[in-house]
């Protein structure tokens, strides 16, 4: 009997329960708190446009992700790398990644439209600042020795070979916060877009006080939020934890 | 091999080395002796490049790339055992078939030939100090600068690969500078010693033809406590 499974799903299926009943004996108002099988009744009637609306929020998310990181990473070695261009460049950018991302859209509206791109925008920046400034810290802070034995040894592809593993513990650290960041913001924008996406699903549910779908969309953002941060760090353990055990407990 | 020439290094106001001036031979053997903290590895830096002097003269032989080999270790620890040794040839021009080979040869030579799929943070410090060895031999160096090498292996083994490396010495002409406390294997191994004193750093004595005496050894040990005069 694994308790790390087994507890929180009994646990869970007894919150269900008091939760069902609670309703059924209007001892919560069924209008502000929808019971779990009302849920599920709307669910299964809605369930195309709710699977619909779960891949376009999955496109945002990922493709967001995909194309802020590929950018943060190289542009974060070029910084680390160039001091000069670190020290001109790095306050402004640095104040640019604290404006709220949200707060970009009637800009990006007006820009682009009415239209998705104003979503994806938001979601690339989501993904960009915390891989770029973890980067960046990263490189600073990597130890300075390997360096030394690369220069020793006379190696020339020094960043390929050195100063890109020796950051990989940083930027993985930031590509975790930017995974973070763009889950927050993605479904934040795609509400004020207000139409597509669960975002839109849970703002048009909201409008026509179908509270049940407002839930279901809330629940959904959850589960799909720990699945993925799950997946990351399953990839993270096996792939840069493999040798960082010791590293961390050196530098602590 | 090596000359140095009135050598002093500082860092901002505080004087590490001062005007240390002392010649190395081809196929030499010199050991340095002295108190902790005195830039004995600031020295070897300095000698292998990776550190500027302040002032004099620092001659290394011409196409010679001294090798470090790092008390601290100093081994990359995403890459596991065989990588490692690698790394230091990885870039040279020669079929990687011949590297691997060199690899094998070098594993076989340090004893940790079934741990080449091991990572640094699984290894003991005396492990990993044999991998940081034959990262530097796999080079063939020329001139192999030690920084208290062997301080984490077993006797047995430190003398084993005193031996090694004396023979590699003899076959290939290595000149070995080492920094070291172990003043019996620094008399029993080394042509010269050579005696630094605290901050700022001078050289104190330089003695050759040493013999690993017991006599040797106390009065070495008199000569690198401090407040001693200096005897060339």
């Given at each position: 009997m694994n308790k790390k499974i087994v507890f929180p799903i009994i646990a869970f299926l007894i919150i269900l329960l008091s939760w069902e009943i609670l309703v059924y004996f209007n001892i919560v108002n069924s209008l502000f708190l929808p019971a779990p099988l009302a849920i599920l009744k709307s669910l299964l009637k809605e369930i195309n446009y709710y699977l619909d609306s779960i891949l376009v929020t999955f496109k945002h998310i990922i493709i967001g992700c995909f194309i802020g990181v590929c950018l943060a990473i190289p542009i974060g070695l070029i910084f680390g790398g160039n001091k000069n261009v670190d020290l001109s460049l790095s306050p402004l950018v640095l104040i640019i990644s604290?404006?709220?991302?949200?707060?970009f859209l009637p800009l990006f509206i007006l820009w682009f439209?009415?239209?998705?791109i104003p979503i994806y925008l938001c979601s690339i920046i989501a993904a960009f600042f915390p891989t770029f400034l973890n980067t960046l810290h990263g490189i600073k802070k990597i130890d300075k020795s390997f360096i030394e034995v690369a220069q020793n040894f006379q190696i020339k592809a020094v960043s390929r070979r050195v100063v890109f593993p020796a950051s990989l513990p940083y930027i993985s650290n930031g590509l975790r916060q930017s995974i973070q960041l763009v889950f927050l913001v993605t479904p934040s924008a795609e509400m004020i877009m207000g139409d597509v996406g669960l975002g839109g699903f849970i703002w048009k549910s909201a409008n026509l006080f179908r509270m049940e779908l407002v839930i279901l969309g809330m629940i959904t953002l959850g589960v799909i939020g720990f699945l993925l941060f799950k997946i990351y760090e399953f990839i993270e353990q096996k792939y840069v934890l493999k040798w960082m055990n010791v590293r961390k407990d050196a530098e602590d | 091999m090596l000359k140095i020439k009135n050598l002093s290094k500082s860092f901002g106001n505080l004087e590490v080395l001062k005007d240390l001036t002392f010649n190395v031979e081809e196929g030499s053997f010199i050991s340095i002796i002295g108190?902790?903290?005195?830039g004995k590895t600031v020295l070897l830096k300095i000698i292998a490049g990776l550190e500027s002097s302040s002032s004099g003269k620092v001659l290394v032989k011409e196409g010679v790339n001294p090798i470090i080999l790092w008390q601290d270790f100093k081994?990359?620890?995403?890459?596991?055992v065989y990588k490692n040794i690698l790394f230091s040839i990885e870039?040279?021009?020669?079929?990687q078939k011949i590297k691997d080979k060199k690899v094998g040869e070098l594993l076989k030579f340090i004893g940790l030939y079934a741990f080449k799929d091991y990572y640094p943070y699984q290894l003991s410090g005396g492990m990993q100090q044999r991998v940081v060895l034959a990262r530097g031999l796999i080079t063939e160096p020329q001139l192999l600068l030690l920084d208290?090498?062997?301080?984490?292996?077993e006797w047995e083994k430190t003398q084993r690969f005193y031996k090694e490396l004396k023979q590699i010495q003899r076959e290939k002409k290595l000149t070995i500078i080492q920094v070291t406390h172990d003043i019996p294997n620094a008399l029993e191994h080394s042509n010269k010693i050579i005696i630094l004193s605290h901050?700022?750093?001078?050289?104190?004595a330089i003695l050759g033809?040493?013999?690993?005496t017991l006599k040797m050894q106390r009065r070495i040990l008199k000569l690198s406590e401090p407040g001693k005069r200096a005897i060339i």
């Open positions: 604290t404006i709220p991302i949200v707060t439209g009415l239209n998705e | 108190p902790s903290g005195c081994l990359l620890p995403w890459r596991n870039e040279k021009d020669m079929p208290e090498p062997f301080s984490n292996i901050r700022p750093t001078k050289i104190k033809n040493v013999k690993n």
